[in-house]
Structures are given as structure tokens and as C-alpha cells.
């Protein structure tokens, strides 16, 4: 244990690690072919109120804590996305390229993506995942970003979402559309509330959904 009670944060860091390392080979292990599937992650582990978050890819988990007039939403973890100074740094050094699609007369389309340097493919958005092994060949991992918080007495809901949430929603508009529901006690309600904002938004913006999940926690904080 550490001074404060709590377990050492390496101890932590090495536990997350190594399920995370695991929880990919199962992924390989488990699904026939891996080239250009693949999922991200992100989780929590809880001891007293210390949080462990761990991520890889984009996948986002946020807190939200009470404030004067409302709620605030503080975020827990970092999207590995290709545009990332530091993280298309490791793409690079892996042979891999970093791009957007491309139209006809070469004008830039959408998001930053992985890409093998003398092909088009496989054009994933994000940096870390779980399989994916095409762009595993340039840099994409499955090694987590671990990050720890210490919870407070005004800290209320933990939100953790997939990337189908955080598209077209930034994390106060997240943080208020649950926000209401804390008063209710109705956790199952938040997490409807939110998957319909998302899927609008979706409606909105695009002619295709993305995968959208949430998880919503409420909290007790003593």
C-alpha cells in the first residue's frame, strides 16, 4: 500500500497493463480475422475515492461535478486520435502515415487517419485499439493510457461512452443532458436521455451512426 492507504500506483499501472495486454490477445484469439476490425476501450477501476482510468483509442470517460450554477464536466481520459502531435509521432516512427481521405483533386476529406505508408489502407481514426492488426504493422496498440483521480465530495456522475457520444457532443453538453437525472436517482433515464441526443446529432450530421454506449455511475462520495 501506499502512504496515503491507497495501492501503489505502479502496482495499478502494471495490473491495467497487463489486462489490457491480455484482453487483446483474446480479441485475436477470438475473432477469425482481426486485419480491419478491431474495438477501443476505456475503464475504470475504483479503490475508496481514487480512480484508476485506463484507455486506449476513443472511447472517453468523464466526470461530473456540482458546481454553483449547474454541473461541470472534467475529463478522465485522452482520445488517441491521429492528430495528436504525440501520438501520430509513434505512427511515424513506425513506417505507418498519417492523412485524411482524399478526393479526386486531392483535397482533404474528414478526420486524420492511420494509414500504411505506400497504401490506402486501413484508414483507422483512431491511434490504439484493441486488434486492428493492419495497423498494428505502423504503431496502433493496445497499450493503455492509465491516468488517476481522486474523487471529491461535489463530484456526482461518471459517464463513459464510446465514440458515438463524443462525435458531435462536447463533454459539457454530455454533462447536461444527464445532469437532471441525478436528482431523480434514475441512472437507466440519463443513459436513454443521452443515447437519443446522440443518435440525433447523428441524424443530423451524418447519413450513417456510429456505434453509440454509455455507461452512466452515480456517485456517493464520503
Known sequence: MGETGYPKTENMSTMLLKAFEQSNKEVYSMVSDVRFSGSTCVSLLTYGRRLYCANVGDSRAIVIRQAVNGCTAIALSRDHKPDDKDEAAVIVANNGRIDSYRDQLGNQIGPMRVWLKHED????????????????RVGVNAV????????????????????????????????NIVWPFFAQKNAEGAAEALVRASF?????????IDDITCIIVFLDVK
Do not use: C, H, Y
Open 121 to 136: 489502407i486501413p484508414g483507422l481514426a483512431m491511434t490504439r485499439s484493441f486488434g486492428d492488426s493492419m495497423a498494428a
Open 200 to 208: 440525433k446529432r447523428w441524424k443530423r450530421e451524418e447519413n450513417v
Open 144 to 175: 493503455p493510457e492509465i491516468k488517476v483521480f481522486d474523487l471529491t465530495l461535489e463530484d456526482r456522475i461518471i459517464v463513459l461512452a464510446s465514440d458515438g457520444v463524443w462525435e458531435f457532443l462536447e463533454n459539457q453538453q454530455v454533462a
